[in-house]
């Protein structure tokens, strides 16, 4: 006999607790306690807030970041013990390293697309995730389960994009394909980056602010084989920066700031005494 599959309803709600999951891990959201960008001039060292070592950008565009560090410093970069001076290599090169500062507390090295580092510092014991509460969340609604269109760009479109601490400062980011559905009989097109091998659709909505997150919230989703793409709003989930102030994220673009209120994903993060965390 074979079991029934899982319902839409199921389905949310392990979608629910994933989340809850992965926001609490020692290098989820909520541990996040520094992004350390390294502004100074190659060779040029510099400490960072909260850890041990001397730090610098390398000379002639070199990948990578160096660590001075002393044995007692107690650093440990790719399972060994750092004592004199080393490479650490970034998030975006083949091998990354890792990092451990001492019990829970560890960082990576990342890079932006203009090539400048910066050094993320996690902590599994940091207020956040001691004062973290749960996130916040409409019940599952199929009526926010919508079927666009999806029609692809060939060689994408570029769309600027603004960043939440970039003081007004425009990324270009690169749109994949056009998105169109109806709501209320009204037209809507949207753009969503291409992140990984689904796409990201960054959004507001007459929520923002109000009964959800103010900056707006992302979607994840990928196109179907029929040459459309589901928008299930149901698992439309937080920012990074809604949990931590140490993160940077993209606002919405005009096309995806819509008028009407989406009732459905997740709403806000929430303390231990059922407030706001932030």
């Given at each position: 006999?074979?079991?029934?599959?899982?319902?839409?309803?199921?389905?949310?709600?392990?979608?629910?607790?994933?989340?809850?999951?992965?926001?609490?891990?020692?290098?989820?959201?909520?541990?996040?306690?520094?992004?350390?960008?390294?502004?100074?001039?190659?060779?040029?060292?510099?400490?960072?807030?909260?850890?041990?070592?001397?730090?610098?950008?390398?000379?002639?565009?070199?990948?990578?970041?160096?660590?001075?560090?002393?044995?007692?410093?107690?650093?440990?970069?790719?399972?060994?013990?750092?004592?004199?001076?080393?490479?650490?290599?970034?998030?975006?090169?083949?091998?990354?390293?890792?990092i451990v500062f001492g019990e829970g507390v560890t960082g990576f090295v990342i890079?932006?697309?203009?090539?400048?580092?910066?050094?993320?510092?996690?902590?599994?014991?940091?207020?956040?995730?001691?004062?973290?509460?749960?996130?916040?969340?409409?019940?599952?609604?199929?009526?926010?389960?919508?079927?666009?269109?999806?029609?692809?760009?060939?060689?994408?479109?570029?769309?600027?994009?603004?960043?939440?601490?970039?003081?007004?400062?425009?990324?270009?980011?690169?749109?994949?394909?056009?998105?169109?559905?109806?709501?209320?009989?009204?037209?809507?097109?949207?753009?969503?980056?291409?992140?990984?091998?689904?796409?990201?659709?960054?959004?507001?909505?007459?929520?923002?602010?109000?009964?959800?997150?103010?900056?707006?919230?992302?979607?994840?989703?990928?196109?179907?084989?029929?040459?459309?793409?589901?928008?299930?709003?149901?698992?439309?989930?937080?920012?990074?920066?809604?949990?931590?102030?140490?993160?940077?994220?993209?606002?919405?673009?005009?096309?995806?700031?819509?008028?009407?209120?989406?009732?459905?994903?997740?709403?806000?993060?929430?303390?231990?005494?059922?407030?706001?965390?932030?």
């Amino acid at each position: 006999m074979t079991e029934n599959p899982p319902t839409a309803e199921e389905l949310y709600a392990t979608f629910r607790e994933r989340r809850n999951q992965a926001v609490t891990t020692p290098q989820g959201n909520l541990a996040l306690t520094n992004t350390a960008w390294f502004y100074g001039l190659p060779g040029v060292e510099e400490q960072v807030w909260g850890v041990p070592g001397w730090w610098s950008t390398r000379e002639g565009d070199q990948p990578g970041i160096s660590l001075r560090a002393e044995a007692s410093d107690g650093i440990i970069v790719d399972d060994q013990l750092v004592e004199g001076t080393i490479v650490v290599r970034a998030k975006n090169d083949e091998n990354p390293s890792s990092i451990v500062f001492g019990e829970g507390v560890t960082g990576f090295v990342i890079a932006n697309e203009e090539g400048r580092y910066a050094l993320r510092v996690w902590n599994a014991q940091s207020e956040d995730l001691k004062n973290f509460g749960g996130i916040d969340a409409y019940a599952y609604n199929p009526a926010w389960v919508i079927q666009a269109t999806f029609t692809p760009i060939e060689g994408g479109r570029a769309v600027g994009v603004d960043h939440l601490k970039d003081e007004g400062k425009t990324r270009e980011k690169i749109i994949p394909a056009d998105i169109a559905f109806a709501h209320d009989g009204v037209d809507y097109s949207v753009a969503a980056f291409q992140e990984g091998r689904a796409l990201l659709l960054v959004f507001a909505d007459a929520t923002s602010g109000e009964s959800t997150y103010s900056v707006g919230r992302f979607l994840m989703c990928t196109p179907n084989s029929d040459g459309t793409i589901t928008l299930d709003f149901n698992r439309a989930y937080l920012p990074p920066c809604a949990f931590n102030h140490n993160f940077n994220c993209p606002m919405p673009p005009e096309a995806n700031r819509f008028t009407f209120a989406i009732e459905a994903g997740e709403k806000n993060v929430l303390n231990r005494e059922g407030g706001l965390l932030h």
